[in-house]
């Protein structure tokens, strides 16, 4: 019988790493969020106090529920302080960093830690392929903003135990998820049907069809929550490249997800959406 989860730590503490803190505090995890920036950790237990504050002024939560939930992350910018039953990796869209990152997860933690990622695009057999014991490597997919958004993809690589699923499902779940097992493919499945959403909008702007606004307000009209350009400054626009490129190189090339120039200059420039204060739109 393996040890319930109890306590897990989040590399990355970004977007979705302070969402996907809040979640998990929320279920009782000791959690501990490090990231390699002391600014990320700031901003990040001032997302986390806003997630929670949220969720007391929608009746989800009481004061001291949310009080409880806070004191149960540690924000930390010490590597060693990452052990216990499951580690989730949320940092950069980018396969040398997590590579390395995983490896020195499995130095320090024992061979049945579990080891996830919640990259949107790279293969998880890869990074199993990398990792001492890939047998407990497995893709825990979140969606933005993770504390709202229900779905959670576990995606299984050839080397995954079964059992690994099995057990990452019933966390998220403990969670208040809905998750549901994918197979390792190219952007699993809800990012590679959405990834056109992005890139024919961005195709259409290069091509001066029409303007952002014009395009996000035309595709709300037409029942999508949120328009292509402020869902792309909402995801990231550097995550959502990174993840464009990954997707372009594990789909042979092909044409139709060949990324955009536009969202590559955007991130050389800085421009990452909400998260820089400017991206397609500009922010306070
Ligand atoms: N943004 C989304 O909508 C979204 C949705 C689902 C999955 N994802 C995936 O989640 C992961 C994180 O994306 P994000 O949008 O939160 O990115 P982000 O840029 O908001 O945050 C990434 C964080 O990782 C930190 N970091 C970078 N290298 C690190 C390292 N070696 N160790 C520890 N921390 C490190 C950075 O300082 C940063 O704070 C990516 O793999 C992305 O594809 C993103």
Do not use: W
């Not at 576990?154 to 097992?181: N, W, Y």
């Not at 139709?256 to 800085?270: C, D, H, L, N, V």
């Amino acid at each position: 019988m393996k040890k319930e989860i109890r306590k897990i730590g989040i590399a990355g503490a970004g977007t979705m790493g302070s969402g996907i803190a809040t979640v998990a505090a929320l279920a009782g995890l000791e959690v501990q969020l490090y990231d390699i920036r002391s600014e990320a950790l700031d901003h990040a237990a001032a997302t986390v106090l806003k997630n929670l504050s949220g969720a007391v002024k929608r009746g989800k939560i009481s004061e001291e529920a949310k009080d409880q939930a806070f004191h149960r992350i540690a924000f930390t910018g010490e590597f060693s302080k990452l052990t216990g039953e499951l580690m989730i990796e949320a940092i950069l869209e980018k396969f040398e960093l997590k590579k390395e990152l995983f490896q020195k997860l499995a130095a320090q933690n024992s061979p049945d830690c579990i080891l996830s990622s919640n990259t949107s695009s790279i293969p998880i057999t890869r990074i199993a392929a990398v990792t001492p014991h890939p047998e407990r490597v497995v893709g825990l997919h979140f969606f933005n903003p993770p504390h709202i958004m229900k779905l959670v993809e576990v995606i299984s690589a050839p080397q995954t135990d079964p059992k690994v699923a099995d057990r990452v499902k019933a966390l998220a779940e403990r969670m208040g998820k809905r998750a549901v097992h994918v197979k390792d493919a190219p952007g699993f499945i809800v990012n590679r049907v959405a990834r056109p959403y992005y890139l024919e909008a961005l195709k259409m702007l290069e091509e001066g069809i029409a303007n952002t606004a014009a395009i996000d307000r035309l595709m709300t009209a037409s029942g999508f929550k949120m328009g292509p350009f402020r869902l792309m400054d909402l995801i990231g626009i550097d995550s959502n490249h990174y993840t464009s490129c990954s997707m372009y190189e594990s789909f042979f090339y092909e044409a139709r997800f060949r990324p955009s120039r536009i969202q590559q200059q955007m991130t050389e420039a800085g421009k990452h959406g909400r998260k820089s204060g400017e991206g397609f739109y500009k922010y306070d």
